[in-house]
């Protein structure tokens, strides 16, 4: 049964959690801190729609199985995606793609000229999927200083026509 994609909700708070949670517990030193570092989890849907941004989520029978959401890049002609999940369950069934067909749409509806992402250099997986989907790193990393002693590369994607 393919998965179904919405807006966020604040409700969706217990089913993201434990998303981000199924995800981080896949890699050595990944943890998830909540409250610490991650607190817009508690109410996604009103925490991106103060940064301007869109959340949404796709539940299969009932729980969250992926995610994702993006934001007003610092450079105004941009948009940020965040926080890319999809359960393991769903991998390689397309919901990762649909997914972020959702947010280049709506970075294009906004006028965005690129999109850009960081992600943790520990998930390799989710770097080649972001490649194949036109999305190049350029070699910058950033360190977050967390719990997780967590380093970040950094991926474009240039928006034409």
Known sequence: ???????????DEAGLIE??????????????????????????????AEWNGRFWVAECQGRVV???GLTPAHDPDGIE??????????RKSGLGSRLTDLVVAEARARGAR????????????????????????NGV???????????????RRELTG
């Open 81 to 90: 995606l965040k926080k890319l999940y999809v359960s393991a369950s769903e």
């Open 66 to 68: 992926g995610c994702i």
């Open 141 to 155: 990393t950033r360190e977050l200083l967390d719990l997780s002693e967590t380093v970040e590369y950094y991926f």
């Open 1 to 11: 049964m393919a998965a179904t994609i919405r807006d966020a909700r604040d409700s």
């Open 19 to 48: 998303l981000v949670g199924s995800v981080f517990a896949e890699y050595p030193n990944c943890v998830l801190a909540v409250d610490e570092e991650i607190p817009e989890l508690r109410h996604i849907a009103t925490s991106f």
């Open 114 to 137: 690129f999109i850009e992402l960081w992600s943790d250099t520990k998930f390799e997986t989710a770097h080649r999927f972001y490649e194949h989907r036109g999305f190049e790193p």
